[in-house]
T-cell receptor, first 115, second 112 residues
Framework: KQEVTQIPAALSVPEGENLVLNCSFT??????LQWFRQDPGKGLTSLLL?????REQTSGRLNASLDKSSGRSTLYIAASQPGDSATYLC??????????????FGQGTILTVHP | DGGITQSPKYLFRKEGQNVTLSCEQN?????MYWYRQDPGQGLRLIYY???????QKGDIAEGYSVSREKKESFPLTVTSAQKNPTAFYLC???????????FGPGTRLLVL
């Protein structure tokens, strides 16, 4: 059974800092990995999707990397801003035949960026 | 505007009552999903549908039912058999069952 863990559970940083959010998964047989952002009381917004054949994806100040062999992904946020404050979720789509197509989510990292 | 809509934003359920949450998408996506989000537990998959008139149970389907009569619509019914329905419910869709998932704004269900 695929399990996804995100560390840290919460992070508070001053504006302007570069930061890294971590995601680990137990089964490396994945199809892809997706990073989401969730604002309080809202739905999820997709940030980046990395296919299993890729090593990283970039969008603006965001860069996500994937290391399947070690079961890890990181989300790097450059020059953080107060508007980046949100919960960041990592989700893995496994290749397991019994759960093909299903996303398994981590519990998220709550990020607060102080002005 | 293309996107996913969920209604209502808040829903109150009385003891023994069935309630239905609406999810509509105009993205022309084949696959649709229902998730439940509880504090500290992340998102868990309730049901998913890869094509019209077909759907499969997720990890926590007990006490829930769905239908997929139209490509655009995937309503979720929370039945009286679901003993702990209070949660935030999120609907999502994707082009195929392996593509990027796009989420609606969610429905918060509360028990009176």
């Amino acid at each position: 059974k695929q399990e996804v863990t995100q560390i840290p559970a919460a992070l508070s940083v001053p504006e302007g800092e570069n930061l890294v959010l971590n995601c680990s998964f137990t089964d490396s047989a994945i199809y892809n990995l997706q990073w989401f952002r969730q604002d309080p009381g809202k739905g999820l917004t997709s940030l980046l999707l990395i296919q299993s054949s890729q090593r990283e994806q970039t969008s603006g100040r965001l860069n996500a990397s994937l290391d399947k062999s070690s079961g890890r992904s990181t989300l790097y946020i450059a020059a953080s801003q107060p508007g980046d404050s949100a919960t960041y979720l990592c989700a893995v789509r496994s290749r397991l035949s019994a759960s093909y197509g299903k996303l398994t989510f981590g519990q998220g990292t709550i990020l607060t960026v102080h002005p | 505007d293309g996107g996913i809509t969920q209604s209502p934003k808040y829903l109150f359920r009385k003891e023994g009552q069935n309630v239905t949450l609406s999810c509509e998408q105009n993205l022309n996506h084949d696959a649709m999903y229902w998730y439940r989000q509880d504090p500290g537990q992340g998102l868990r998959l309730i049901y998913y549908s890869q094509i019209v008139n077909d759907f499969q149970k997720g990890d926590i389907a007990e006490g829930y039912s769905v239908s997929r009569e139209k490509k655009e619509s995937f309503p979720l019914t929370v039945t009286s058999a679901q003993k702990n329905p209070t949660a935030f419910y999120l609907c999502a869709s994707s082009i195929a069952d392996t593509g990027t998932q796009y989420f609606g704004p969610g429905t918060r269900l509360l028990v009176l």
